[in-house]
């Protein structure tokens, strides 16, 4: 396997609306998707659409709804071996509203019992460890993400997606991981400062460069900073006006883990991964549509254009 992903599956419903109504209103809706979603599954669709062998670990429920998640999940060619079905839990839903103009509301029922378990994780222990990469998508326990990193093989690229609040799982993974990623909100919790503009996100991805990880990329201001040691390049954000914003951050992990296997440079990867979010955002709904030859091309066209 190139890649497992540690994360969130579930069925992603996206309506698509002129505006949403106001209590009491109704409007019709325009359109309609229903597709395989949740955080790690969009990273294993994204993993999987740039040509990478991609395993999930996660939970699913068993209801006619994980039937339908597992089905599209094997169409996409992932690995479902890992993903449990949990007796009497109901797969999570994801409802993601969307105004034109991009206003987006997401509504999410993700219970308790589809969240992670120490021994879901345990008994996919010889997946992981036999992972070129391994993506630990934070949103999941802390003792889970634990139990996933006791797993990973001494060679595996971890990379981290989010800023656990457990301090204990948060201190690991910054000595531990070789990729950190995270947004704006949560580069302020793994720095214990916020982390408003592109100046404040390049010292703090410097100073986490130092305390471990190989690559830091972080959300900073409308820009993306990567970091390694020694350098930095500050991404723009690129494509035109957004579509819906779901699933950006989950399309810019699969970017820059595909062009980070491939061999790419830190800063290269950040292309990949920008170029890789601007697609997504461009879609409705978080589900990536990604060509790993588009994906190359438009990252190269964009840093020349951009100068970078
Ligand atoms: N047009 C764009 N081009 C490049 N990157 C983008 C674009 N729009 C959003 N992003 C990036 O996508 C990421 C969204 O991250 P996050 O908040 O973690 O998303 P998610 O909701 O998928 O978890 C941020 O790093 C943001 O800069
Ligand atoms: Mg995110």
Redesign the pocket.
Known sequence: MDVVVVGQVGRDLVLRVGGVPGAGGSAPVRGRVEVLGG?GANQAVACAQLGLAVGLVGVVGDDRAADDVLAQARADGIDVRHVVRRAGAATALLLDVVADGGERRLLEHVADDVLLRPADVRSAAGAVRGARAVLLQLQQPAPAIGAALDACGPDALVVADGAPQDDGLRERLVATAHVLRA?AAEAGVLVGRPVGGVAAGVEAARELVARGPRVVAL?AGDA?VVAWDGGHVVVP???GA?VD??????S?VGGLTAALLAGHDPATAGWWA?AA??ST?GRLG?RPDLDPGRLADAARRARVHHGG
């Open positions: 955080k947004d959300e993306n954000l690129l494509g957004p914003p779901t699933g950006a951050g989950d810019f920008s979010a601007a955002v978080g």
